[in-house]
């Protein structure tokens, strides 16, 4: 298990002209599935949950896959109402704004689009946020 290779294609073709289209944004390869960076800082990551592994992950979504979720950040009440929500959403345990989602067929692009925003506007800089429309 590791790379992009593991993230179905489909999955990645509507993550990534949402994540690409952030300023000064990137996209590599991480341990496991694909990430996307503003700087060093990851605001998205997209894996797949296959017979329990990684194990982190498939704890935290309650599920042995095979399943794809999606991990970002978000904050104040939003993150209040998407963590109180449950599944397909989920609360991993490695940091307190963590949000975590299983996709789904259903699962709305343009929410995802908002969320993916969101998630970079909290960690981008303050210029780099600026460039963005207002939320």
């Known amino acids: 298990m590791g790379g992009p290779d593991d993230v179905?294609?489909?999955?990645?073709?509507r993550l990534r002209p949402v994540c690409l289209a952030l300023p000064e944004t990137y996209e590599e390869p991480a341990w496991v599935g694909v990430?996307?960076?503003?700087?060093?800082r990851t605001f998205a990551h997209v894996l797949t949950i296959e017979d329990g592994r990684p194990a982190a992950h498939a704890r935290a979504a309650?599920?042995?896959?095979?399943?794809?979720?999606?991990i970002f950040r978000s904050a104040g009440t939003e993150l209040a109402a998407l963590t109180a929500i449950g599944h397909p959403w989920f609360t991993p345990s490695w940091g307190?704004?963590?949000?975590?989602?299983?996709?789904?067929?259903r699962t709305d692009d343009a929410?995802?689009?908002e969320l993916l925003t969101e998630s970079y506007r909290l960690l981008a800089s303050k210029t780099l946020a600026a460039r963005l429309d207002p939320p």
């Open 35 to 40: 990430r996307w960076r503003i700087r060093r």
């Open 62 to 70: 309650d599920t042995d896959g095979p399943a794809t979720v999606l």
């Open 96 to 105: 307190p704004d963590v949000v975590g989602l299983v996709l789904q067929d």
């Open 111 to 113: 929410e995802l689009a």
């Open 8 to 13: 179905p294609p489909e999955i990645l073709a």
